[in-house]
């Protein structure tokens, strides 16, 4: 009851000063709101290369890119305690024509955009395992003012953005979508896999940074959260056992979520390498040969390199029961699955990898990703 008093407390706020702004006159501007910030990122250089619209970036606290204020770009923090980078945020959202934005955000409610102003949903993920917005299995336990306030956000966007025919069925029917609404580009920060040049300097740098790494198998585990990590955060794997029977040929790389980097110990090594900080996961998936996941998006991009993948869901009853899947999660996975560090460490040995399965689930969900979706995008909004 307090929580949703505070929402609406805040909402009330944006409301009143989004119509006030709505009154002043439209910019020749664009306005990013970044959450995850990879995709913001790759669009909002081509907009800067191919328009010449005034950017703005607004970045959430979870935004894990650095924007710099440059010409014809300004930065501004979204959602934190500074009332003049709020009022200036809001100022900016009213008076834009064209918003992109990669996430959810509650704000959206309240906004009833101008008819000719065109709100882009980029989203941060290519794919999707789990189910997500009305499709989610918690929504029924929200209030109603809640689920009213996630139609009107989801009822905002003009565009959503998709690598694959497949992400378009499952946007339809999480944000309540006509056909109408889908933009078939593929998506942005994917374009990275198609520049041969880039992915070469990019392993260089790892490399060099890390020369460990050098002559050996590297092994990236990038688990998905969960929501008992806020709680009793913890990795649900031997890393021990693993350095035991692995570290004589593999390296491991530990990609971890914040809330569960923060409670756990690790020391780089010559086995560990922890790169949970690093702000571009796509980079360290080109030096990877391994990659452990579970649940989370980073199989569909990691996919276009036709890597072996294995998928480590030990909780998959449990989770599967709290979240939902979109299909059978045993029969669609690109990749062996493990519930163990004994499996794990089985699987890799005998590496009898199935790369014709990874390249079918990468034909599948990133038919449209073809290196140049960052273009598209903005040829396809701005030139309609």
């Known amino acids: 009851m307090a929580r949703e008093l505070i929402i609406s407390s805040y909402l009330f706020i944006c409301h009143v000063l989004f119509m ?36 703005i970036v607004l970045t959430s606290s979870s935004c894990r890119i650095s924007f710099q204020n440059i ?21 900016h959202l009213a008076t834009s024509k064209v918003i992109f934005l990669d996430n959810y955000f509650g704000c959206l409610s309240v906004m009833r955009f101008k008819h000719n102003v065109k709100c882009v949903q980029l989203w941060h993920a290519a794919g999707a395992i789990k189910k997500f917005g009305l499709k989610d299995p918690s929504i029924k336990n929200r209030t109603k003012s809640a689920q009213k306030r996630f139609y009107n956000v989801y009822n905002r966007f003009d565009y959503v953005v998709v690598g694959s025919e497949k992400m378009s069925n499952i ?31 990019t392993k260089v740098k790892l490399l060099k940074q890390y020369p460990i790494a050098k002559n050996k198998k590297i092994i990236l585990y990038a688990p998905t959260f ?14 021990n056992r693993l350095s035991q029977e692995l570290k004589d040929s593999h390296i491991l790389i530990l990609k971890l979520h914040p809330a569960v980097r923060k409670h756990c110990k690790f020391i780089n090594n010559e086995f560990i390498i922890d790169a949970s900080n690093a ?12 990659l452990i996941t579970d649940y989370s998006s980073i199989p569909f991009e990691f996919s276009i390199l036709k890597k072996p993948m ?56 990133n038919e449209y990703s073809t290196g140049d979706s960052s273009q598209k995008i903005i040829q396809f909004i701005y030139n309609q």
């Open 71 to 91: 010409k014809r770009q300004t930065v501004l923090p979204f959602e934190d305690y500074n009332i003049v980078h709020f009022i200036r945020a809001i100022y």
């Open 279 to 290: 702000v571009n996961v796509n980079e360290w998936l080109t030096i990877t040969d391994i």
């Open 20 to 55: 006030i702004f709505k009154l002043f006159p439209q910019k020749q501007k664009t306005t990013f709101l970044a959450s995850f910030g990879d995709n913001i990122d790759y669009v909002r250089r081509a907009c800067l290369e191919l328009t010449n619209d005034q950017i």
């Open 226 to 239: 969960r929501n008992d990590d806020l709680i009793q955060a913890s990795v649900q794997l031997d890393i």
């Open 171 to 201: 946007f339809k029917e999480s944000f309540n979508l006509s056909n109408n609404s889908i933009v078939r580009t593929g998506i942005p920060r994917t374009d990275f896999f198609f520049d041969q040049e880039k992915i070469t300097k």
């Open 310 to 365: 294995i998928f480590y869901s030990y909780d998959l009853k449990a989770y599967q029961k709290e979240r939902g899947f979109w299909e059978d999660y045993r029969q669609n996975v690109p990749g062996p699955i493990a519930s163990n560090t004994s499996d794990i460490i089985r699987i890799i040995k005998e590496n009898t990898f199935d790369l014709e399965k990874v390249r079918l689930f990468s034909e599948k969900w």
